[in-house]
C-alpha cells in the first residue's frame, strides 16, 4: 500500500480470525494530519467486529508520542466498549504499554455522573434565598459597623491610629491629583457647551451660573464620588479580599478582633471626612475652568464672572454638594469593605469583589443623587 | 510526669461527637467522634482533599457543623460572640500560609494579640514580643514586613503569633507544607518543645508522613473515599497493625496502589 511510502499510516488485515492493525511510520505531533487521522480512524472502526480480537502490530512504527497514544487510547476504549473487542498488545514497546495501561486505569474518583440539572422552579428558589441571604448579610454588616462605631466612640475598639493616619492620607492627598485634572476639565467643558448656546442668545454672562450651580450642587460631589470608587472603593475592595484570601481575616476572627473595627471603621471614617474636602476643591477647580473658558471664549470680564457667580451660588448650594459627598463617601467605603470581606478565597474572586464594588458604589451613587434631588426639591432647599 | 497527669486529667480538652460536615449539599466527611487529651498531638490526616482543613476550621468555631456537636472543656462550643472570643482567647492558630497581616511588621504582629487582651505597657509587650521571635529564631527581624520574609520565616513568624497569648490548644494548619526538609524538622522539634514547655495541647493538620511519625501521640486518619474517619491511634503502631484498614497502612507507608 501507498501507506508505507508516507509519513505516517496503518493497515488493516484479517489473520487467523482476527483483525491486525500494522502501524507504521512516524506517528507523532509535528507530523500529525488532522485529515488522514480521520480517515484511519474511520477505517479502524470499521474494522471492528463484535466480539473480535484485535492485534496491535507495532514493528514498523519508527516513532511514537501520546498523540498516537491519544488516538489508540479513543479506539481502544470505542472498541472494548461497543463492541466488546479484545485487544492483543504484545506487539507494543514496553514503554507504550505502561502509559496505555496508565491511562486505563480506573481513576482514584470515580467519574461523576454528569451534573445534576436543577428543575426550574428549584432555581428559582435557590436564587430567590440567595437574595434574601445577601441582604441579610448586609444589614449584618450595617449593623455589626454601627455596633462598633458605638464601641469606637466609647473608645472600646480594636483601634489603629496608623492605620487610620494612612486611610486619611490614600483617601485624601493622594487622590487630589486626579480629582484636580478631572474637575477641571469637567467645568470647562460645561463651560464650553454653555456659551456656545449662551452667546446665540448674548446671555454670555450666564455662563458662570451654569458652572457655580451644577458643578456646586451636583457635579462636583457625583465626579468626585464616581473617581473614589473608581480609584478608593475599589482598592479597599482589592486589599481586604486579598487578605481574606490570604487568610488574613480568618486570623483576626480567630483572636476575636473584629475585621470591621480593625479593618473597615478606619477607611470608612476616613473616606467620610476627605470626600467633602475633594468636593470643596473640586468645586474651585472646576470654578476655574469655567472662568477660564468664560474669559477666553466670550466677553465675559474676570470681575463681572466673579460677581456674577457670587450672585448665582449660595452657600446652600455649596452645603447641598457637600452634605451629598459625605453621604457618597459612606457608600463608596461601605460598597469596598463590604465586597472585600465577602471575597471568596481565590485570586478570581478578587477579581468580581473589586469589580462589584465599583459598579454597587457608581450605581448607588447616581441612585442617591436622584433620590435627594426629589427630596431638596420638595423641601424647598 | 506529662503521662501521670493525662492519665488524671480524664476530662478531654477537645470532643467531638458524630460531627457531620458539608459545603452545601457537598458532603465532607460525617460521624466523625474523637477526643483530645490535655498535653496531647493529635494529628489529622488523609489525602488531598478529604476535609482536613475543613475539620479545623470547624474546631476553631470558624464553620458550624450539619450535625453533632464539638466540645471544649466539656462545654459545647458557644454560639453567641462574646462567649465565642472569650474561648478563642485561649487558642492560638498557625495558618497553612502565616496569614501574617501584610499591613504590619513583624514585630506588631506578635504584639497585636497582647495589645489586644492584656493591660501591658508598651515596654513590656516590646520585650515579649522580643522574646517570642527569639523563640522562633527571628530575633532581630521585628522591623521588617511579611512581604519581606521567606516562606518558612513566614511560618515561624505566624507560629510567634500564635503563641503571643500563652494558648492552651494550639492548632496547625500544614505547618510543613512548602517548607525544606530541615526547616519543617526543625517546626516540629518546635512543636514538641512547645508541647514541653507550655503543655498545650495541639491539634496538627498535615500529610506530611515524617512530620506525623515525629510529632504524633495519636492520629486521625479521614478518607476520601468513604467520607469519615476510618482510623485512629498512634501512627507507628497503625502502620504495622495488620488490622488497621488497608488505605491507612498503604498512606502511612507511602505505598500507591499498583
Known sequence: ?????????????????????????????????????????????????????????????????????????????????????????????AGMRKLMSLARAVPEVPA?????????????????????????????????????LGRLLLGRASWRGKDFWLALQQAGPQAVPIVTLLAFLTGLIIAFIGAIQLQKLAADIFVADLVGLSMTRELAAVMTGVIMAGRTGAAYAAQIGSMRVNEEVDALQSLGISPIQFLVLPKVIALVLMMPLLTAFANVVSILGGLLVAVGVTDVTMAQFHVQIVGAVSSVDVLVGLFKSMV????????????????????????????????????????CDALFAVVFHILGI | MRDEERKHSKEPVIEARQLTMAYGQRLVQRDLSFKVHKGEVKVIMGGSGCGKSTLLQHLIGMMAPVSGEIFFFGKPIP????SLKNLRKRFGILYQSGALWSSLTLAENVALPLEEYTEFKKGEIAELVDFKLSLVGLSGLGHRYPSELSG??????????????????????????????LSSRRLDDLILSLREA???????????????????????????????????????KLRDDANAPLAVRKFLRREADS
Open chain 1, 1 to 93: 500500500m501507498s501507506d508505507r511510502t508516507q509519513q505516517f499510516g496503518v493497515e488493516v488485515r484479517e489473520e487467523e480470525g482476527r483483525v491486525v492493525w500494522s502501524f507504521s511510520g512516524e506517528w507523532t505531533l509535528p507530523r500529525a494530519d488532522n485529515r488522514r487521522r480521520a480517515e484511519y480512524r474511520k477505517r479502524l472502526v470499521q474494522s471492528l467486529r463484535e466480539g473480535g480480537e484485535v492485534c496491535l502490530e507495532m514493528k514498523e512504527v519508527r516513532g511514537w508520542d501520546t498523540s498516537f497514544l491519544g488516538f489508540l487510547a479513543a479506539l481502544w476504549k470505542t472498541g472494548v466498549n461497543e463492541y466488546s473487542c479484545t485487544f492483543v498488545d504484545e506487539d507494543m514497546p
Open chain 1, 112 to 148: 461523576e455522573e454528569g451534573v445534576q440539572r436543577d428543575s426550574f422552579l428549584r432555581q428559582v428558589g435557590l436564587g430567590t434565598m440567595r437574595v434574601f441571604q445577601g441582604i441579610r448579610c448586609y444589614h449584618d454588616f450595617i449593623g455589626t459597623l454601627f455596633l462598633d
Open chain 1, 328 to 367: 457618597f463617601g459612606v457608600i463608596i467605603a461601605l460598597s469596598g469593605c463590604y465586597r472585600g470581606l465577602r471575597c471568596g478565597k481565590d485570586a478570581a474572586s478578587v477579581g468580581r469583589a473589586t469589580t462589584s464594588a465599583v459598579v454597587t458604589a457608581i450605581t448607588w451613587i447616581v441612585v
Open chain 2, 79 to 82: 454560639s453567641d460572640e462574646v
Open chain 2, 152 to 181: 518558612g520565616m513566614k511560618k515561624r513568624a505566624g507560629l510567634a503569633r500564635a503563641m503571643a497569648l500563652d494558648p492552651e490548644v494550639l492548632f496547625f494548619d500544614e505547618p510543613s507544607a512548602g517548607l525544606d526538609p
Open chain 2, 198 to 236: 507550655l503543655q498545650a495541647t495541639i491539634v496538627v493538620v498535615t500529610h506530611e508522613l515524617d512530620s506525623i511519625f515525629a510529632i504524633a501521640d495519636s492520629a486521625l486518619f479521614l478518607d476520601t473515599g468513604k467520607k469519615t474517619a476510618t482510623a485512629e491511634g498512634d501512627p507507628r
